[in-house]
């Protein structure tokens, strides 16, 4: 073969690779297209002030450490507009304390490419929502403009935090522990974080590290939230039913007033008592038996083991069962790291083992707040929790000791409170 064949060759296969090459190009671009105009179709619904289609949508994920200037920079907003949403939302809402996993979106004008809005979802409940009011103008905005007088706006930003305006689905589920509630949530396509609502509606009568039979049955009722007809997340917890060995726990969502709302049981009493049930969160064992809390030492008066051993995972974290103050957090010999938690005059507890204190001396801290973690401190052969329950100087056993139901509904409101529970305890006992 020639040499100047040989070229024309390569310069024909040169020719090939690169068409394909923009060729595949082209189609990722189409892809992405198609991506963004499902985003818009979402926004449009979702944007019900404004009716302009096709706002172009920027989604940026908040990763550890990264600061708002550094997000906005690197989604190509400048340093003064970034500092003028900022300083402009500041009243409402500081954006220097962006959170890990959260995400900020951008809608952008389809056609001068301004940035029209900035959304940010502080958490499960509202959003901070800042718009340039030039694309949002308010009601006096379009009054002047109706006059030809508009004015040049020294701050076109404003910020609100508006509460995020889910769909809400009542649904209702049931079931049978064949070995754990989490693996039970699993095989029924429930949302793990409903089952931990459950759990966390009982945990002043029930410990899940403990108490879970096999045959034991529950049912509950729950809302469901949607944003624009997708799932999102489990709402409230409405009512709920475990059945432990027999005995029958009930729960019902009621809000008494907006400082009065929780869970009742169906006389109307707050099942919210002085002491939790266990040290540990039910959602820290709820990823199984194994890897989960279990129980390994019951409170034994002869052989002088007055208090409940939980094993559970190096770093588990431990909660308070009560309010109270923190009167010792340090190393104390056979219990390793020790919290002493000083409830009241009568009560206090003990959590010994701790690889790592989350509170110190003299600190306040309130039922289920975490005041350490799970370790082997002291005179321990693996990673546990040592808990006991001092009553007036006593060792007792903390799941014998019988606390007083919490405060009832008032007598004005009990009648509201009946109504309202009325079909949910239908359902539930059917
Ligand atoms: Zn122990």
Redesign the pocket.
């Known amino acids: 073969m020639k040499i100047t064949n040989k070229v024309t060759i390569l310069i024909f296969l040169i020719i090939l690779i690169s068409a394909g090459f923009f060729y595949f190009k082209n189609i990722q671009a189409e892809d992405n297209e198609e991506k963004l105009g499902e985003a818009e179709t979402v926004l449009e619904s979702e944007n019900d002030e404004n009716k302009t289609p096709k706002d172009i949508v920027q989604i940026i994920q908040v990763e550890d450490g990264q600061t708002y200037g550094e997000l906005m920079k690197s989604s190509g907003i400048s340093v003064s507009l970034a500092n003028e949403i900022y300083e402009s939302s500041l009243e409402t809402y500081d954006l220097a304390s962006l959170r890990a996993g959260k995400e900020i979106k951008l809608f952008f004008d389809p056609g001068s490419k301004e940035l029209k809005s900035l959304l940010y979802s502080i958490d499960s409940e509202s959003e901070l929502v800042v718009k340039n009011l030039n694309y949002f103008p308010t009601v006096a905005d379009l009054k002047a403009s109706s006059t030809e007088e508009v004015e040049v706006k020294e701050n076109i930003w404003q910020a609100e935090v508006k509460a995020i305006d889910y769909e809400v689905k009542v649904v209702e589920k049931e079931g049978e522990l064949a070995s754990s509630l989490y693996n039970w949530a699993l095989e029924n396509n429930v949302d793990e974080r409903a089952i931990i609502e459950m759990a966390n509606a009982f945990q002043w009568s029930l410990d899940f590290a403990m108490d879970p039979r096999v045959g034991d049955t529950f049912k509950f009722i729950y809302e469901e939230r949607y944003l624009n007809g997708n799932y999102i997340m489990p709402g409230q917890l409405l009512a709920a039913k475990y059945v432990n060995e027999g005995e029958n726990y009930e729960v019902y969502y009621f809000e008494e007033s907006e400082d009065n709302k929780g869970y009742f049981d169906r006389e109307g009493n707050s099942v919210q008592k002085m002491f939790l049930k266990a040290p540990v969160a039910f959602k820290y064992i709820s990823s199984g038996f194994t890897t989960g809390l279990r129980y390994i ?1 019951a409170f034994n008066i002869s052989t002088g ?1 007055r ?3 939980y094993a559970a995972a190096y770093g588990t974290p431990i909660r308070t069962v009560g309010d109270g103050t923190v009167v010792m957090a340090k190393y104390n010999g056979s219990y390793g790291n020790m919290v002493s938690v000083r409830h009241n005059g009568t009560y206090s507890t003990n959590y ?2 701790m690889s790592k204190f989350a509170v110190s001396y003299g600190e306040k801290a309130k039922q289920g707040d975490i005041i350490g973690y799970i370790g082997s401190t002291g005179l ?1 052969t693996g990673p ?4 006991e329950m001092v009553k007036n100087g006593v060792k007792i056993n903390p799941l014998l000791e019988v606390l007083p139901p919490g405060e009832p509904i008032k007598e004005e409101n009990k009648e509201r409170f009946f109504e309202s529970i009325k079909s949910w305890q239908e359902k539930l006992n059917n």
């Open positions: 030492s083991h208090a409940i051993d010994g083992h321990s546990h929790l040592h808990y």
